[in-house]
């Protein structure tokens, strides 16, 4: 059984800055693509930003110079700095992974979510 448990929610003043984690825990070979989705209300989930475990990332436009999604491969850990937050990045934010049991075995893991709110 595999897991992502997610850190780092909360409450944040427009401008300010969080950090998230993700720890993927459990059977793992390996862990491939990690990323980060959010889902504001009444919206559909999107992609935040994704990192390939060589390091390769991807950003929505509307992030793009203000997060920083970075992995600690040897700690299975995703983390996604977010700095001058602005209110419509109010959203509950998804770990998500492309987890390998074996070499040949992988699917996708989500986490819980976690509540990201930016006040104006």
């Known amino acids: 059984q595999v897991q992502l448990v997610e850190s780092g929610g909360g409450l944040v003043q427009a401008g300010g800055s969080l950090r998230l984690s993700c720890a993927a825990s459990?059977?793992?070979?390996?862990?491939?693509?990690m990323g980060w989705y959010r889902q504001a209300p009444g919206k559909q989930r999107e992609l935040v930003a994704s990192?390939?475990?060589?390091?390769?990332?991807e950003y929505a436009d509307s992030v793009k110079g203000r997060f920083t999604i970075s992995r600690d491969n040897a700690k299975n850990t995703v983390y996604l700095q977010m700095n001058s937050l602005k209110p419509e990045d109010t959203a509950v934010y998804y770990c998500h992974a492309d987890v390998y049991s074996s070499i040949a075995r992988h699917r996708e893991v989500w986490g819980q979510g976690t509540l990201i709110t930016v006040s104006s």
């Open positions: 990192i390939t475990n060589p390091g390769g990332t």
């Open positions: 459990g059977s793992i070979f390996g862990v491939g693509t």
